[in-house]
C-alpha cells in the first residue's frame, strides 16, 4: 500500500468502551499528526509527533491518548468517550516538522453513543 | 474564535459556470494553503502561496493570496462536476501550526 492508511474507517462505541484507530504512513516520513473534523467546526489539530516524541498536545482531553512507537505508526487510543466525541479523526504525515505538505489519510469516523 | 473564515459555506452551480471562493483572516499568515476533500477522503493539497499578492494557477483553478497576507481566493473557471467536494484554505503559522478555514462545499452539477 502507499500513502496513509487509517484503521478502521468507521467506529460506532459505547461512552463506556476502550477503542484504538491506527494509522500508517509508507511515505517515509518523519512526523506525523491527529486532527479532528467535526461537522460544524474547522479541522482541528490535535497531537504531533516528531521522530516519535510527542512536540504537541493542543488540549486535547486525557480521554484521547496517542501512541507513536514508530515514525511509520500512530494510535489514537480512545476510553470513555463522550457523544461530542462523534467527528472523523484523521491522520497526516509530513517529511519534516514544518511546512512540508502535510499527506492526510482518509481518516475514521467516529461515532460515540 | 474562529480565525479563518471562508465564504460561501456552501455553493450549487451548474457544469461551466465560474465561481469564487473566499478565505478570510484578520491574522497574517507565513503561507497559505487551498486544499480539497472529497467525501470518504482526508483533504488534499492544491496549492501553498508564500508571497503577498502571490497568483497561481492549477489548469482551471486560480488561486491569490492578499498583499498583507491575511486572506486568499480560490477561483474556478467553468466549473466541472469533478470539482464537487470540500474546499479547505489553512493558514500556517510559525511552523507546523496549520489554522484550517471553516470550509466551503462546492457542489458542480451536470
Known amino acids: 500500500e502507499t500513502g496513509v492508511t487509517q484503521t478502521p474507517r468507521h467506529l460506532v462505541m459505547g461512552m463506556t468502551n476502550k477503542k484504538s484507530l491506527k494509522c500508517e504512513q509508507h511515505?517515509?516520513?518523519?512526523?506525523m499528526y491527529w486532527y479532528k473534523q467535526s461537522a460544524k467546526k474547522p479541522l482541528e489539530l490535535m497531537f504531533v509527533?516528531?521522530?516519535?516524541?510527542?512536540?504537541e498536545n493542543n488540549s486535547v482531553p486525557s480521554r484521547f491518548s496517542p501512541e507513536c512507537p514508530n515514525s511509520s505508526h500512530l494510535f489514537l487510543h480512545l476510553h470513555t468517550l463522550q457523544p461530542e466525541d462523534s467527528a472523523l479523526y484523521l491522520c497526516?504525515?509530513?517529511?519534516?516538522?514544518?511546512?512540508?505538505?502535510?499527506?492526510f489519510g482518509p481518516g475514521t469516523r467516529l461515532t460515540v453513543l | 474564535t474562529q480565525l479563518l473564515e471562508q465564504s460561501p459555506q456552501f455553493l450549487s452551480i451548474q457544469e461551466g459556470e465560474n465561481l469564487t471562493v473566499y478565505c478570510n483572516s484578520s491574522s497574517v499568515f507565513s503561507s497559505l494553503q487551498w486544499y480539497r476533500q472529497e467525501p470518504g477522503e482526508g483533504p488534499v493539497l492544491l496549492v501553498t502561496?508564500?508571497?503577498?499578492?502571490e497568483v497561481k494557477k492549477l489548469k482551471r483553478l486560480t488561486f491569490q493570496f492578499g498583499d498583507a497576507r491575511k486572506d486568499s481566493s480560490l477561483h474556478i473557471t467553468a466549473a466541472q462536476p469533478g470539482d464537487t467536494g470540500l474546499y479547505l484554505c489553512a493558514g500556517v503559522r510559525g511552523t507546523y501550526k496549520y489554522i484550517f478555514g471553516t470550509g466551503t462545499r462546492l457542489k458542480v452539477l451536470a
Open positions: 509527533y516528531n521522530f516519535k516524541e510527542q512536540t
Open positions: 511515505l517515509g516520513h518523519n512526523a
Open positions: 502561496v508564500v508571497t503577498g499578492g
Open positions: 497526516a504525515s509530513s517529511q519534516e516538522l514544518s511546512t512540508d505538505t502535510q499527506y
